[in-house]
């Protein structure tokens, strides 16, 4: 796997809010915030841009701009000030924010995408596909990322896990991106880039 010099990741939704498991319910994958984190400090110490996406919801909801749980988890905190970009969206795709992540990337001249952060299959699959379908190269790390169980029509309910592997097979088998681990991510980066 070759990882572009200059490629993005993505970091999507890494907020205080989803730990409130009163409001979204059970997890999977709890080591996403370690493999993020990791994948951070690797863009970062090898001059890649690391760009942050900020969910702002409705009021009554705990990523609501007027909600604690609205502010970025501190490991991102952490490193916000080394981030190339801050996104600031009201909807699923990071694609439809502010300010405009496709002209940043344009102007850039960046190509390739890593998605990753929170939830699975909801900002980070909604991302990743329409990067793909911009053309984009996109990657997505699945285990830098997680969702929580969902219940749907005709009380049909999927696992947190389920939902995951159905990230994984509409991202990979639809061909919007491809599906990798935080561990081949970080072995690619460190890798010299081909001139």
């Known amino acids: ?3 572009a010099a200059d490629a993005a990741l993505l ?3 890494v907020q205080k809010g989803f730990d409130d498991t009163a409001f979204w319910g059970p997890r999977n994958n709890p080591g996403a915030e370690r493999n993020i984190t990791a994948l951070m400090d690797a863009w970062q110490a090898t ?3 690391v760009v942050l996406v900020q969910h702002a919801s409705r009021p009554g909801s705990v990523l609501a701009p007027d909600h604690p749980g609205h502010a970025f988890k501190d ?3 952490e490193r916000a000030d080394r981030a190339a970009l801050l996104v600031r969206k009201t909807v ?3 694609f439809y924010g ?5 002209d940043w990337l344009a102007a850039q001249g960046i190509r390739q995408l890593v998605v990753a952060g929170i939830q699975t299959n909801m900002c980070v699959e909604t991302t990743a596909r329409m990067g793909g379908n911009l053309g984009y190269d996109v990657l997505v790390p699945l285990d830098a990322t997680h969702t929580f169980d969902l219940s749907g029509p005709a009380g ?5 896990d389920q939902l995951a592997e159905a990230t994984a097979v509409n991202l990979q088998g639809g061909r919007f991106a491809r599906v990798v681990t935080t561990g081949q991510l970080l072995s690619a980066v460190a890798a010299p ?3």
């Open 11 to 13: 970091v999507i939704d």
């Open 1 to 3: 796997m070759e990882i």
């Open 75 to 77: 490991l991102v905190a």
């Open 47 to 49: 001059g890649r841009p």
């Open 193 to 195: 880039v081909p001139a």
């Open 92 to 94: 699923n795709s990071a």
């Open 156 to 160: 049909l309910r999927l696992s947190a």
């Open 98 to 102: 502010t300010p405009d992540l496709a």
